[in-house]
């Protein structure tokens, strides 16, 4: 167990990704008290019941009273409007971070409500599973996964260093990153293949209501896959999507003119052209496996129980 990072941390919000940062942070001992408050009673009892948070609050501000770190843990849309809720109990010194998956748009919504004295630094772990809520969490989330730290002008050194601290004790490889290159980056990797997958299940809906149950029947084929990025919190996603509109259309527009070069290949009967396309990919595919960002065999976070 190592020494305290913070002596009380703050966790606005209660889905996967704080559940997960709690059970991280007391299997490492990172923080002395952790605090909690979900919008949801339902969530605050389920919180409760299952010990998440060594307390859980019936408010934002009160959980976030007197925190040396407090961090936004809830759908990016609402950053902002919890933000202006909690400023005046933040104590000076502290510490306010997020786990957003985008990060102009929290910059933006938060900052503005940032009090003199309290440092802001951005964040964003690069993990998750498609289950969630407070009892999806599990300590082992970040282990060897990346997180994004995003500090705006004027951050503080030695609260950046501090959080970087507490994410690497979670478990998790950390790189700092500019708001706007980390929109684009993430629009490659996570935003544009989320909206592919859900359009990808929407198309086999409507397939489905003619071929009746057989989409689901033989979905080991490659489909199961895509109904797993699909099964993601669909509000979040919308708030993704809205709030990285420009990063998101300028890589929809690259993907459609691939599928473009794809189409006019399959249909002038292009051979070479899809065996160097498909084996470029692949590459790609191997070069994640090499990083330890993922096996043969994702599970998602399924090896957990949950």
Not at 74 to 99: N, Q, R, W, Y
Not at 144 to 163: I, K, Q, T
Not at 242 to 266: H, P, S, V, W
Request: charged share 25%; hydrophobic share 40%; glycine share 10%.
């Amino acid at each position: 167990m190592s020494k305290p990072i913070y002596d009380r941390v703050a966790l606005i919000g209660l889905g996967l990704i704080a559940s997960s940062m709690f059970w991280a942070m007391k299997r490492a001992g990172l923080a002395g008290e952790v605090t909690g408050y979900a919008r949801s009673q339902a969530t605050r009892d389920t919180a409760r019941e299952i010990g998440l948070c060594d307390r859980v609050c019936d408010s934002a501000a009160e959980a976030a009273q007197g925190a040396d770190l407090v961090v936004l843990c809830v759908p990016v849309g609402a950053m902002g409007p919890v933000m202006k809720e909690i400023a005046p109990m933040l104590k000076p010194g502290a510490t306010v971070s997020d786990v957003g998956s985008v990060k102009r748009h929290v910059i933006d919504a938060v900052q503005p409500h940032i009090p003199d004295g309290v440092h802001f630094v951005p964040a964003h772990p690069l993990a998750g599973t498609e289950h969630s809520g407070p009892e999806a969490g599990f300590a082992e989330l970040y282990d060897n996964r990346w997180c994004l730290l995003v500090p705006v002008e004027g951050s503080d050194p030695a609260a950046v260093a501090a959080l970087r601290a507490l994410w690497e004790g979670m478990g998790a490889n950390v790189e700092e990153m500019d708001a706007d290159h980390h929109d684009l980056v993430l629009s490659v990797t996570s935003h544009t293949p989320h909206l592919i997958a859900y359009t990808m299940v929407g198309v086999a809906d409507d397939l489905r209501r003619v071929t009746d149950s057989e989409v689901i029947k033989y979905s080991a084929a490659g489909f199961r896959d895509f109904t797993r990025i699909a099964a993601s919190d669909p509000t979040m996603w919308r708030d993704v999507f809205l709030t990285n509109k420009d990063a998101t259309l300028e890589i929809l527009g690259r993907f459609t003119e691939e599928l473009f070069a794809l189409q006019r290949a399959i249909r002038t009967g292009d051979g070479d052209m899809l065996h160097d396309y498909f084996t470029r990919t692949r590459a790609i595919r191997r070069g994640i496996i090499e990083a330890g960002q993922d096996t043969d065999a994702p599970d998602f976070g399924r090896g957990h129980g949950k």
